[in-house]
């Protein structure tokens, strides 16, 4: 015998939303506080990409069902930035991280987010 358990399919998407706005939230503060208790950087590049990841892959995966090109366009520059960013990393200085194009990650990143919110309340009001 098998059982059906249907989710509504905001559900999932409006908490993957909210929790990308709290990563980004949680990212701020916690570069502030490195910044002021003088804590560096190691590993970080790395560290940082796996933090972003998630939802990264969900925001692009989710827009790419209503807009694929801007969903491709944006999942290509995030992933190109880290390549930037890594780079940036592996001078010595963590202060150049964002130096040779690694900020295009945060551009792609809000666009991602912006862009799956938009979707999502496109799914709601049944516009799709």
Request: charged share 15%; aromatic share 10%; net charge positive.
């Amino acid at each position: 015998m098998s059982t059906t358990i249907t989710i509504p399919v905001l559900i999932p998407i409006q908490r993957e939303r909210r929790t990308g706005f709290l990563t980004a939230f949680q990212t701020a503060l916690v570069a502030k506080a490195r910044k002021k208790s003088g804590i560096q950087y190691p590993r970080r590049a790395h560290q940082n990409t796996l933090e972003w990841l998630p939802h990264v892959l969900f925001f692009t995966t989710f827009l790419g069902l209503r807009r694929p090109v801007l969903a491709a366009s944006l999942g290509g520059l995030w992933s190109a930035s880290r390549v930037l960013y890594t780079i940036g990393y592996t001078t010595g200085d963590p202060k150049k991280r964002n130096t040779r194009g690694g900020i295009f990650g945060s551009v792609a990143y809000m666009g991602l987010l912006l862009g799956a919110t938009y979707a999502g309340v496109e799914l709601a009001l049944g516009q799709w």
